[in-house]
């Protein structure tokens, strides 16, 4: 059964879609605010808008990974020049604190200390580092900015500085220095650290995209370099290989390592190999998306993983603003010991995603049930759009759903603008499949 939130988006919701549906879709969105993204003046985004009551979550902070995901739903949307902003601004931001990148290359026993690796959430108004301990191991993140910038350059929209392709440079130094295809992360999450197939693949993604764009004609490939080390394609190669054998291994799963904290069949998070990374082999693609939807999906949204404790039943009685927003990654058995199986909360940043892959997969097989599939995807992702009467008002696209006195409701980071950059990828591939068939 479809849930669909807020009323009156009932007449527009349909089995069946013709563009200009879509495009009235669209209209209706903007025009109550569902898809403003507010940005700073440099063109980073915060996580989330907040008020005085959700200030609390931090979520204020620019995450890198976070703006990635909402940049590429502009490139998505058409809005190119908001896309080349954020990242030149995030290449700023890696070039003013590249000696953290430095410092691990040239001693790599140094990254055993995740403050001392390079920041992955920072003040975006300053670009400057924020001084409170948190999980910066996030190679995704890392991955994710490597992919998207390389990307932009490669088809035109910017050409990188020599001082430009000198940081690059240090991204796949750095991966190799750290072993990336085999060292523990705290991922997409920023929870326990593991080997996770999550962050392994977006980091081969950004080494890949990095290749590509090495072997354009004008790119100063004699600049990838670092201590007169070259970046070569055949070392981007090497490391490449690296994480697809780690890939071999591990998938379908996301990570195999006995440790039971770690151990984890299923996570959303592998859906990003598919979409928007495209790492994943077609028959490796549809498995990893199966075992997502059959034993995580839900019915307000799809779970992280199984066990996952945050924003678990009643969240805000049990935890203190400060509580809810500490870092669980070296002692998540404190917040899991308040979770039952079966209430994790429902997110809503993966059903635009699945979307956007059966999407894909219909432009290329012209399959019905493709894009019926893909339909389904995108009516649910409307339908956690918050309905008239919510705390944070209606239109808004919330982080996830959890249970707060037996009733599925929104969590504090409502809205949150990953969710909005996904529902705009799943528009407009939906808004693609109806212009091409």
């Known amino acids: 059964m479809l849930i669909i939130h807020n009323e009156a988006l009932l007449d527009l919701i349909k089995a069946n879609y013709s563009f200009s549906d879509i495009q009235n ?16 003046d440099n063109g980073l ?68 200390t995740v403050m001392n690796r390079p920041h992955i959430r920072f003040d975006g108004e300053t670009l400057e580092e924020n001084p409170e301990d948190w999980p910066h191991d996030q190679n995704d993140a890392l991955g994710y900015f490597l992919w998207f910038y390389c990307l932009l350059a490669r088809d035109g929209y910017m050409k990188p500085s020599e001082s430009d392709v000198q940081t690059l440079a240090l991204f796949p130094l750095y991966f190799r220095a750290i072993a990336y295809w085999q060292d523990e992360d705290s991922g997409h999450w920023e929870e326990t650290r593991k080997v996770a197939a999550s962050s392994i693949g977006t980091v081969v ?34 490391l490449i290989q690296q994480g697809n054998r780690a890939l071999n291994r591990i998938l379908p799963a996301e990570c195999i390592q006995t440790d039971p904290k770690k151990q984890r069949a299923y996570d959303g998070a592998l859906l990003f190999l598919i979409y928007p990374l495209n790492v994943l082999s077609e028959t490796m693609a549809t498995q990893v998306r199966d075992r997502v939807l059959n ?40 917040r899991d010991a308040f979770l039952e ?76 603008l990953w969710t909005q950059a996904n529902l705009v990828i799943a528009l407009k591939l939906m808004e693609q499949n109806l212009i091409i068939y």
Not at 25 to 40: D, M, Q, S, Y
Not at 213 to 235: I, K, S, W
Request: negative net charge; hydrophobic residues 35%.
């Open 25 to 40: 879709l669209f209209t209706v969105l903007l025009e109550k605010g569902a898809l403003t993204f507010p940005r700073l």
């Open 45 to 112: 985004f915060p996580a989330a808008v907040l008020d005085e009551e959700t200030e609390y979550t931090g979520y204020a902070n620019v995450w890198v990974r976070d703006n990635i995901n909402v940049a590429y739903a502009h490139y998505v949307w058409g809005k190119t020049d908001i896309a080349v902003q954020n990242v030149q601004t995030l290449m700023h931001y890696f070039s003013k604190h590249r000696s953290r990148f430095e410092a691990i290359i040239d001693q790599p026993s140094l990254a055993e």
């Open 205 to 238: 993604a950004g080494l890949k995209a990095l290749k590509q764009l090495n072997l354009n004609t004008d790119f100063v490939a004699h600049c990838c370099q670092y201590n007169g080390e070259v970046v070569t394609p055949r070392l981007l190669d090497e």
């Open 295 to 334: 034993h995580l999906k839900g019915k307000y949204g799809i779970k992280r993983y199984l066990g996952d404790s945050f924003w678990f039943p009643n969240y805000k009685q049990v935890l203190s603003q400060e509580q809810r927003t500490a870092d669980f990654s070296n002692n998540i058995e404190k």
């Open 341 to 416: 199986p079966g209430q994790e909360a429902q997110w809503c940043i993966f059903d635009p995603i699945v979307s956007a892959i059966f999407g894909q997969n219909y432009q290329q097989t012209n399959r019905q049930f493709d894009l019926d599939r893909q339909i389904h995807y995108l009516n649910r992702s409307l339908g956690q759009i918050t309905r008239h009467n919510s705390e944070f008002g209606p239109y808004q696209c919330p982080e996830l759903y959890y249970l707060q006195d037996d009733q599925y409701v929104p969590s504090d980071a409502t809205p949150l």
